[in-house]
């Protein structure tokens, strides 16, 4: 990608700039009763609930999280508890950034507005957002637009809101299946890849690939 200044960057948030402990979490919370050897596919099938979750029509983000575990541990055979589940939803507006974002973040902000699309609730999210330790223009959550990522209608919610068309931006996530590869299909031309190591990287979809935030500024040409 040639060097394209934006009128808006915008940004997946929970991943991407604020660190993801949802596995780590998960790690914690059922050590007791899932083995060491398993923990690792019992995240990933985890993982693999939430994603299922958001694909139907929206709900609560309280009750993607309860839905992903109830249905996780029943294919594992683990008694589901409530207020077992209901400690990942408390425990996300705790979680802080990436330690790479602040710097770089406060870079681009200096140039160019920052907009973030996020799966979150409203309740949790400015928390997460007011760590990040660089201005923030707008905030648009899944709650706002009445459905997740990797629904198209999140993305023309937003751009929406921005009053800009998908060429006017510069789209940044460590996700290709919640983010880049909807972003593809609404011909989002300009996009970064931040390899996270979450997905692997997939050429295709057509992006610039940076290690963490503090190479987003040279793609913009700062």
């Not at 780590?24 to 596919?41: F, G, I, S, W």
């Not at 209901?86 to 705790?94: D, G, H, R, S």
């Not at 007011?130 to 459905?147: I, M, S, W, Y």
């Not at 931006?169 to 031309?189: C, E, N, P, W």
Request: aromatic letters at 12%; proline letters at 7%.
């Amino acid at each position: 990608m040639t060097t394209f200044r934006p009128k808006y960057v915008t940004f997946d948030c929970y991943g991407t700039l604020t660190r993801f402990r949802m596995t780590d979490t998960a790690r914690e919370l059922y050590a007791a009763v899932v083995p060491a050897e398993k923990m690792d596919q019992f995240c990933r099938d985890f993982a693999a609930y939430r994603l299922d979750e958001v694909l139907g029509p929206w709900q609560p983000y309280r009750y993607v999280l309860l839905n992903a575990v109830e249905r996780t541990c029943k294919k594992w055979g683990i008694a589901f508890d409530p207020a077992t589940a209901n400690k990942f939803y408390e425990a996300v507006p705790t979680w802080g950034p990436w330690d790479d974002v602040p710097a770089g973040l406060s870079k681009v902000a200096k140039e160019v507005p920052l907009v973030i699309l996020s799966n979150a609730s409203n309740s949790q999210i400015h928390s997460n957002v007011a760590k990040l330790g660089a201005p923030v223009h707008a905030v648009f959550t899944a709650e706002d637009a009445q459905a997740y990522k990797p629904h198209m209608r999140a993305f023309e919610y937003m751009l929406d809101h921005l009053g800009c068309g998908p060429e006017d931006i510069l789209h940044v996530s460590s996700s290709l299946r919640y983010d880049l590869m909807t972003a593809h299909d609404m011909g989002i031309r300009n996009k970064v890849f931040v390899a996270r190591g979450h997905e692997p990287s997939t050429p295709y979809y057509g992006y610039t690939e940076i290690k963490d935030i503090g190479g987003l500024p040279g793609v913009i040409g700062l």
